[in-house]
């Protein structure tokens, strides 16, 4: 689960100054992100879910990331839209710009 979470990160690392990728940046921030939840449960000998949302991950994990909900919705319906196409990749103000794709792989 670490070796994955990793992997996310150093592709975000990769690709984060193409404008054109910001979509994959925040997908694989995305990644990150709750491959590390999904660490922290194991660590915790809690059963990992089959599920992607983060809020859930994390309220599962006992940790009070309150302070970043807005991103943390915006990561989950980016990733959703991803991995179920309608308009990927758009934010409810459109494409992601190159300081979203940042402020998801600092968060990440």
Avoid: W
């Avoid at 839209?81 to 459109?94: A, E, H, I, T, V």
């Amino acid at each position: 689960m670490v070796k994955s979470s990793i992997n996310g990160f150093e592709k975000c690392r990769k690709i984060i100054d193409d404008e054109f990728l910001t979509p994959m940046v925040a997908f694989h921030s995305h990644q990150a992100i709750e491959k590390s939840l999904k660490t922290i449960l194991e660590l915790q000998q809690i059963k990992i879910p089959k599920i992607h949302k983060l809020q859930t991950l994390i309220d599962l994990a006992g940790i009070d990331l309150s302070e970043k909900d807005e991103l943390l919705q915006l990561l989950d319906e980016l990733y959703i839209d991803s991995r179920y196409p309608g308009d990927m990749g758009l934010l409810p103000y459109g494409k992601l710009t190159l300081e979203d794709a940042r402020e998801f792989y600092e968060f990440a």
